[in-house]
């Protein structure tokens, strides 16, 4: 009798099992929360919000942020570059424990998938698209023709997407935007000989070494220095320095990998998945059918690339997001319609299956707001980083910046968003490295390091709906990026002591 092969679970059942996780920490962390500080733009005044629910008014005067000990520039409040409500040093206190049960945990997902309605739009428009480019015969003639392009050089598809990803994501934040460019490059290296996880690393780990090392990034070294009290360009030479080496290093990893598993296969650590990922990517390449790379194919190809582009000129110059970035993704569908010559019929119908094929990659990413809401609703988050704050006071500068690094590390998966853990965290944190004589901006870098680093594998980030694209399981993963993520913490480390030490 054969027995059955057991597999690693999926991308829902891990969230899942870290979502009761996250509940059962709400019955055993004390509840607590900071006093939260918010510009109300409109009324022009601030608002204070205590941990009891009531909320008093004071004056958006830097007398007022100095009284409060939010050592920040009032201007930064003023000229929006400080949206978010500011956690008050020195103002938590403990509250009545909210414990998450059964049903908090069973409406958590339907809860996720509705406040992350705009990025599940935005994934479900960039399938329909993808459904209509696929059935028109573009993708594989043009993956067709860049695969003969790049013949004996195949390397540079690693190197050119890499650097371009870590520019995007060092810049301004390129995280969530490149979901839509999975099922279009997976094909182009895969047809150039390598596997999927060759694609997934080069988008996935661009953007997370881009982040990790930001430079100008609006919604992480520009939020995080406001909140902290400093600039971004101090410590701004440091990070740029980290950036091109770490980059450079993960390229040589992601090649390194990629070259051996071109010259054997089988050394792949997905290669048991071959042929299933291989028929959903590059059916019509197995069965030999390459459409002729015409006029209008190559038109839309440009069309669609172009889209990507303008996108990008949208976030980072005209603060788009969600909601401008979908639209315009729908328009550039309708005109992939028109420009393939498809009947409206056969367009609507291609375009709906290719936004079902991106479900369950849409349903993932509002289970993973899951796991977030229930620790908000738990009010622990503040908790865990009070005792985190309590635990560095007094330390030699150099054993004190390596324990906030990992404190960063644990705070970045409880809250993932970047910009959010700089604003609750930065004016609590960034005091204490006066404490010990260390400029803030090595706290700065601390936190960009520490929640750059837990991006690479937590599953409360972007890293499960990128494998649900791909259909690679989490294990494999882990398995591929573990010694990049050791690599990378090492000299994150290095880094950080190096700044002490020039400080």
Known sequence: MNKKKRSFPTAFTVLFI?????????????????AKLKYESDKKIFTVTKPDGSVEEAKPTQETLNKLGVKVDIQRFVDGSISKPVAIPGTYEKVKQNPQGPIDVIQAPVKGIQETIDIIAFLLIIGGCIGVL????AFDAGIDSL??????????????????ISLGGTTFGLAEETIALYPILVPVFMAAGYDALVCIAALYMGSSIGTMFSTVNPFSSVIASNAAGTTFTAGLGMRTAGLIIATIFTIIYIVKYGKKIKKDPTKSLIYDQKEEIEGKFLKSHEQKVIPEFTFRRKLMLLVFGSA?????????????????????????????GVISGMGEKEFVNKFVTGAADLISVALVVGVARAINLVMENGLISDSILHFSSNAVQGMNPYVFILVML????ILGFFIPSSSGLAVLSMPIMA??????GLPRDVIVSAYQYGQGLIAFI????????????????????????????????????VMLLIQVAFK
């Not at 970035?325 to 992939?336: E, K, Q």
């Open 18 to 34: 870290v979502l009761i996780f996250a509940a059962a920490l709400t019955y055993i962390v004390p509840a607590g929360s900071y």
């Open 134 to 137: 696929n059935n028109s015969g």
């Open 147 to 164: 695969s003969r392009a790049t013949k004996g050089k195949e390397f540079l598809l690693i190197v050119i997407i890499t650097v371009l």
């Open 308 to 336: 990507f582009a303008v996108m990008i000129w949208g976030v980072s110059t005209k603060e788009w997001w969600f909601t401008e970035m979908t639209t315009l993704f729908l328009v550039v569908g309708i005109a992939l």
């Open 406 to 409: 990992l404190l960063f590390i």
């Open 431 to 436: 005091p204490l490295a006066d404490a010990v």
């Open 458 to 493: 937590t599953p409360t980030g972007l890293i499960l709906a990128t494998l649900a694209l791909v259909d690679v399981t989490y294990d494999k993963w882990l398995k591929f990026i573990m010694p990049l993520m050791g690599y990378t913490a090492a000299f994150a480390a």
